[in-house]
Nanobody, 123 residues
């Protein structure tokens, strides 16, 4: 089993950047595909981005493509979500998630979750 802890959220103005970090511990974290999800108040949790185990394949939701990047450092057991050109609609609680199989986009595909990090973007 892997444990996940997110950090790096905060309150920023529209157009600013933030970088979220997900620290993983437990089983060999390089065995896990990692994903980022977000959930705004009153809305369902939605997938944002995912990265494969080696870090050479990434996918993004259309809503963040071109603005967000995802990367990982397996030696440091860390996954990063760099968020640029933030918009008010990016406001949400952001979650890091892990799974043992390949990249996936659905909440139900990920059995391991962090507690979330709040991102608030003001207009």
């Amino acid at each position: 089993q892997v444990q996940l802890v997110e950090s790096g959220g905060g309150l920023v103005q529209a157009g600013a950047s933030l970088r979220l970090s997900c620290a993983a511990s437990g089983r060999t974290t390089s065995n896990y595909t990692m994903g980022w999800f977000r959930q705004a108040p009153g809305k369902q949790r939605e997938w944002v981005a995912a990265i494969n185990r080696s870090g050479d394949y990434t996918i993004f939701a259309n809503s963040v493509k071109g603005r967000f990047t995802i990367s990982r450092d397996n030696a440091q057991n860390t996954v990063l979500l760099q968020m640029n050109s933030l918009k008010p609609e990016d406001t949400a609680l952001y979650y890091c998630a892990a799974r043992l199989m390949g990249v996936a986009r659905n909440v139900g595909d990920y059995p391991y979750w962090g507690q979330g990090s709040q991102v608030t973007v003001s207009s």
